[in-house]
């Protein structure tokens, strides 16, 4: 596709199968690349292949639970001047990725994190800080509820906001369990760690 498109293409869809010789032969040839799709998950070394440095026309990115978000989006606020679009659905949008979005895409005007996990306060964080978003979509995500007043309060300036389906989880054990698959799933910790909580009571 690369070749056919005689290194020109400005859209790229990569299936779960793709393999990281691919993605980096497209990250170094297609400079002129303004959208990127990756629909298999994204480990630590394929983070590195994904050089945003060489793609400053992007304007949409998705990715699914990627790890090392926030590096990537860090390359983003230096490289991209036209990026307006992110998309992480069923991703652990933990505290240090929240505060990066935050700060690096402030002017951000559609975020996708349908299905993910994003802490309450988190979200107003983004609510407040992100205030030129057009669309926000956070429907079906855990650790904060659809009716929440203040979410929806802060919210009220997006012209299409969406949070049906997303519901805290209220007991403590539940909830750190929760956070921790989570943890597991984005990199952060390893299944060989201690949890600070007894995974005794599942059985």
Same mark, same amino acid.
């Given at each position: 596709?690369?070749?056919?498109?005689?290194?020109? +293409?400005?859209?790229?869809?990569?299936?779960?199968?793709?393999?990281?010789?691919?993605?980096?032969? +497209?990250?170094?040839?297609?400079? =002129? &690349?303004?959208?990127?799709?990756?629909?298999?998950?994204?480990?630590?070394?394929?983070?590195?292949?994904?050089? /945003?440095?060489?793609?400053?026309? &992007?304007?949409?990115?998705?990715?699914?639970?990627? !790890?090392?978000?926030?590096?990537?989006?860090?390359?983003?606020?230096?490289?991209?001047?036209? *990026?307006?679009?992110?998309? @992480? %659905?069923?991703?652990?949008?933990?505290?240090?990725?929240?505060?990066?979005?935050?700060? =690096? &895409?402030?002017?951000?005007?559609? @975020? *996708?994190?349908? #299905?993910?996990? /994003? $802490?309450?306060?988190?979200?107003?964080?983004?609510?407040?800080?992100?205030?030129?978003?057009?669309?926000?979509?956070?429907?079906?995500? *855990?650790?904060?509820?659809?009716?929440?007043?203040?979410?929806?309060?802060?919210?009220? !300036?997006? %012209?299409?906001?969406?949070?049906? #389906?997303?519901?805290? /989880?209220?007991?403590?054990?539940?909830?750190?369990?929760? /956070? #921790?698959?989570?943890?597991?799933?984005?990199? &952060?910790?390893?299944?060989?760690? $201690?949890? %600070?909580?007894?995974?005794?009571?599942?059985?």
């Amino acid at each position: 596709m690369v070749n056919r498109s005689s290194r020109c +293409a400005t859209t790229l869809m990569l299936p779960h199968c793709c393999t990281e010789e691919e993605l980096e032969f +497209a990250a170094k040839q297609l400079s =002129c &690349l303004e959208g990127f799709w990756l629909h298999g998950y994204l480990c630590h070394k394929n983070a590195r292949l994904i050089l /945003i440095k060489n793609w400053k026309n &992007l304007e949409v990115l998705r990715l699914r639970r990627a !790890h090392y978000i926030k590096e990537i989006v860090q390359q983003i606020c230096v490289h991209c001047n036209n *990026f307006y679009q992110l998309m @992480l %659905p069923q991703s652990y949008v933990w505290d240090d990725v929240a505060y990066t979005i935050d700060s =690096c &895409l402030p002017k951000i005007k559609h @975020l *996708f994190l349908k #299905g993910g996990t /994003i $802490e309450r306060r988190n979200l107003v964080m983004i609510l407040q800080c992100c205030k030129e978003l057009v669309k926000l979509d956070v429907r079906d995500c *855990f650790l904060f509820d659809e009716s929440d007043g203040v979410i929806l309060e802060v919210a009220s !300036h997006i %012209p299409s906001f969406s949070c049906q #389906g997303s519901t805290d /989880i209220d007991n403590s054990e539940d909830r750190e369990v929760h /956070i #921790g698959l989570c943890q597991c799933h984005a990199g &952060l910790m390893h299944w060989n760690q $201690e949890f %600070p909580f007894d995974w005794n009571f599942m059985n």
